[in-house]
């Protein structure tokens, strides 16, 4: 048992005492001191020195009003002197407790106390060092302003009545500033005492109770008390009531004094949970509203039953994380309302049979819950913890064996028998320890058994409903650009095993707070991650590494994400140039550099080592990277220079296309026939390219007719001219032009010229003017030969250029 010499403790009260009486003297002294000025002093001052002593005059007063307006501004310690009561009184019952009861707590309220204690002890440490701030600014401006009252100008005899009136004016307001500071001094110099003694307390009763917790901890699969069928009801002090009772009144006290330091964390919860229900509540009205309302809310199944207790529910679910390490009852509070809300959302797709069996879990929480807040054991509690045990393991037997489905409308997750077969190997391990006489472990496992259950069904249900929320997103939205990214099908399969794999870290973490584990587990990651580790010459740390591993993948979403809201992944159904598309290079080029240099910042490499570094890729790079080195360059180039722009159409190596998107490295084209071309930046630069749509969007159209030798030249030229004037897509200037091509064999080759303003109609414009010119010709006795002149170019006989196919 640990004894603890507190009489020897109870002297540090009367340091702040000693300290106080000492720094009143000491204000006392230097008044006097200060207000016995020799007469002597006293003289009589020239002209010469007059405007010396106005430039003092002027300095002096305003050096004294600003100081006076900090100490009455600056140096207010009203708060802390009020929060000092609340904070001894604290200190001095954890004091008391740990005295009348310390060989009597178990882990959890060891846990509890030391919890509530660190954050007096964050407090106590922050005024410490405001105080001490505090102390040394004031010592160093008393000792400004003694300097000043000791000048001897302000002593000289002037013959200005004003100037003279202002000197004294400066002794005087001079004399009750010092006065003032040394009160000021001595309530900021107690104060500091009194929190230098509790914060000495404080830190006292933390370290005798971690010795109690590694006690505790290292004889916790020692005998604690008789086995469970030997033990009698005399052999314990209290009832289970009245321990139940005052762990109830104690619990509130420390959820009540752990929230009062907690306003700013909870302000931050309340505000995702306000953000995310008026989301999810805007867009189930926007679904409401539409006509197929009620196939579109099929998929969903919580946030259809209640968007807001759905919310409230993903609030007690992600909120215990915003705390570092919080206590335990304030844990079982939060899940109390966690599970009420589970119970409201879950109960209508429950089977007959599953009904009946979480009752009877929800009703096994309330008792571990309950049971895992008790100081002390109890005869009652015993054989509470053996017949919860008992019925905790038959519900897991039935739950693995039952092969028929346990929800409605809902699929079976993978994980459930799992999850119960975990279940049941703690609630047996919890029975087997109970009837040993090892209670501490029996009741550790045994809510361990519930907890991780019951958080297990909470989990899949926080990510159903998150799900659920993306989906109402992507329907109520379906048209805009926002809905396109979230699209609910392709998220689904992307991020069902990010919530999975996140879910199962806060089950871990849940599950070694359980286990009384989680400081254990958070010193062993700390250690992983802190650790120094060499490679040779280089230095470095996990942590560093994630670090810069997060920040640069997080450039790269921010950079997907510009790239998708305001990039081009559509351009290929529009016909309008898009010149973001060489901004938006630049930006996500910008984004890369700038995240690579925030990485390199944040995990503390070492900018010398980063130059050797680069300087040493650069031999690779001249070497084996320089196709890759080529196309990053030339993607630059193409952003400043812009030779082409997303939407144009271009013609490179013989491939023919609309510019899609440009790349860092590559670019993309689309062809005619639905397939994206891949390029390398280099190709655009290095081979001849063919911009059609650098200037304008018009392209000259061209075809052949024949006419037979007999026909009238003129006459045909009229004929085709006029139908071609008529066309109202095709442009009047330049006019259209009907020349002589060539004399064939059979025919008089005609060869028409005209210019359209959107190339990409050229190819329809074409096919219908030939049409309609047939149609003339043929109405005015006017007959081509059959020539395949709508597929075959008569002079040269060969199939048309891909341009023309692509048109």
Not at 18 to 41: C, M, N, R, W, Y
Not at 211 to 226: F, P, V
């Amino acid at each position: 048992m640990l004894i603890i010499d507190y009489d020897k403790k109870n002297i540090r009260p009367l340091i702040a005492v000693t300290v106080g009486i000492l720094f009143t003297i000491q204000a006392v002294f230097s008044q006097s001191l200060q207000k016995e000025l020799p007469d002597s002093a006293k003289q009589i001052v020239n002209d010469s020195l007059l405007p010396n002593l106005v430039i003092k005059v002027a300095t002096y007063t305003a050096a004294i009003d600003h100081t006076d307006f900090l100490i009455r501004r600056k140096f207010n310690i009203t708060s802390i002197s009020l929060n000092m009561p609340e904070i001894e009184k604290k200190v001095k019952d954890f004091k008391l407790s740990l005295e009348k009861n310390g060989s009597h707590l178990n882990l959890r309220s060891l846990n509890s106390g030391e919890i509530i204690l660190k954050e007096i002890l964050d407090n106590l440490s922050s005024y410490q060092r405001i105080l001490t701030n505090f102390s040394n600014e004031l010592t160093q401006s008393n000792k400004e302003v003694i300097k000043i009252l000791h000048d001897p100008a302000l002593k000289l005899q002037v013959a200005d009545s004003v100037l003279q009136e202002q000197l004294d004016d400066i002794l005087a307001e001079g004399f009750s500033l010092d006065s003032l500071q040394q009160k000021t001094l001595y309530r900021v110099n107690f104060l500091r005492n009194k929190v230098s003694v509790n914060l000495l307390e404080a830190t006292d009763i933390i370290s005798d109770m971690r010795y109690l917790t590694i006690s505790l901890k290292l004889g916790i699969w020692n005998r604690e008390e008789a086995p469970l069928f030997i033990a009698k009801q005399h052999e314990y002090k209290h009832h289970f009531g009245e321990i139940a009772t005052n762990a109830l009144v104690r619990s509130a006290k420390i959820i009540t004094i752990y929230l009062n330091e907690k306003w700013n964390v909870l302000t931050i919860g309340l505000s995702v949970f306000i953000f995310i229900f008026s989301w999810s509540f805007l867009n189930m009205r926007l679904i409401k509203k539409q006509p197929d309302a009620t196939a579109i809310l099929e998929p969903t199944h919580f946030l259809c039953r209640s968007v807001l207790a759905g919310c409230l529910m993903a609030l007690f679910t992600y909120l215990p994380f915003f705390f570092a390490n919080p206590p335990m009852s304030l844990l079982h509070g939060v899940e109390l309302f966690r599970l009420l809300l589970l119970i409201f959302l879950i109960y209508p797709y429950l089977t007959k049979q599953s009904k009946i069996i979480w009752a009877v879990l929800c009703v096994l929480w309330l008792y571990y819950a309950m049971d895992d807040l008790l100081l002390e054991s109890a005869f009652g509690e015993r054989w509470g913890l053996f017949f919860a045990g008992i019925l905790l393991a038959t519900v897991s037997i039935k739950i693995i064996l039952n092969k028929n489905p346990n929800l409605i409308n809902i699929p079976e997750s993978p994980a459930t028998k799992a999850m119960f077969v975990f279940t049941l190997t703690q609630a047996a391990l919890s029975i087997f320890f109970n009837l040993t006489g090892r209670v501490t472990l029996a009741k550790i496992l045994g809510v361990s058994a519930i907890q991780c259950l019951m958080l297990g069904i909470s989990l899949k249900v926080f990510c159903a409903m998150v799900l659920e929320t993306i989906y109402l997103q992507s329907e109520a939205y379906h048209n805009s650009r926002f809905s396109d990214f979230i699209n609910f099908n392709t998220l689904q399969a992307r991020f069902v095993r990010v919530l999975w794999i996140l879910a199962s870290f806060v089950w871990v973490v849940s599950l070694a707070r359980n286990l009384t584990l989680y400081e254990t587990l958070m010193q062993a990651i700390g250690s992983f991650f802190d650790a120094t580790r060499t490679i040779g010459n280089m230095v470095f740390t996990i942590q560093s590494v994630a670090i810069f591993i997060f920040i640069i993948w997080l450039s790269s979403v921010v950079s997907g994400g510009i790239n998708f809201f305001f990039g081009n992944e559509k351009s290929n159904n529009t016909s309008k140039r898009n010149r973001l598309g060489s901004m938006m290079l630049l930006i996500r080029l910008a984004i890369w550099i700038l995240g690579f240099f925030i990485a390199v910042a944040a995990a503390g490499i070492p900018i010398d080592k980063l130059s050797i570094m680069i300087g040493a890729l650069g031999v690779g790079i001249g070497f084996g990277l320089q196709n890759i080195v080529n196309n990053l360059v030339s993607g630059v180039i193409l952003a400043f220079e812009r030779p082409i722009q997303v939407g144009d159409l271009i013609e490179v190596g013989g491939k023919m296309g609309v510019v899609k998107e440009i790349g860092v490295r590559s670019s993309k084209i689309n062809n005619n026939e639905g397939a994206d071309i891949i390029v390398p930046n280099g190709d655009l630069l290095s081979q001849h390219l063919i911009n059609w749509t650098m200037q304008d969007r018009n392209k000259q159209v061209e075809f052949m007719i024949g006419i037979p030798y007999d026909t009238d030249i003129n006459n045909v030229r009229k004929i085709i001219r006029d139908t071609l004037s008529g066309n109202e897509k095709i442009m009047p200037t330049p006019g259209p032009a009907v020349l002589v091509k060539q004399f064939g064999d059979r025919a008089i080759d005609l060869r028409i010229l005209f210019w359209v303003n959107d190339l990409s109609e050229a190819g329809s414009i074409r096919s219908n003017a030939m049409i309609e010119i047939y149609e003339k010709l043929t109405a005015a006795g006017i007959h081509p030969p059959l020539y395949n002149g709508l597929l075959t170019d008569p002079a040269t006989k060969q199939p048309e250029t891909e341009k023309n196919n692509f048109e």
